[in-house]
């Protein structure tokens, strides 16, 4: 998290089991939401308390054989953009929606 008045960064406690390992790009979707695209595909993750803390909450599982590597919002929906794969021949990138499944606690 940035404090924008004093421009100080701090690390956000990570709580709830969740995993943002591989993780790639983010892109704040609301003030107290964030995608972070990686490895599996989309992360969905909210914070409760002005991002002192935050929580995995929703995950969306994309292509098993391409890396997300962005996500961007359009019309309130989210996509990511899968970079790169295995496959011969298949070196396009792929854009998918994100529908994100609850994670279970």
Request: hydrophobic fraction near 45%.
């Amino acid at each position: 998290m940035v404090d924008t008045k004093s421009e100080e960064v701090k690390v956000v406690e990570l709580v709830g089991g969740g995993s943002l390992a591989f993780g790639d790009g983010i892109e704040l979707i609301s003030l107290n939401e964030l995608v972070v695209a990686g490895n599996p595909s989309g992360r969905l993750v909210e914070s409760l308390d002005g991002w002192e803390t935050a929580k995995v909450v929703a995950k969306y599982w994309g292509p098993a054989h391409r890396l997300a590597s962005a996500v961007t919002v359009k019309d309130g929906k989210v996509y990511l953009n899968h970079m790169f794969g295995f496959g011969f021949l298949k070196w396009k990138h792929v854009i998918v929606e994100a529908v994100f499944t609850p994670v279970k606690v």
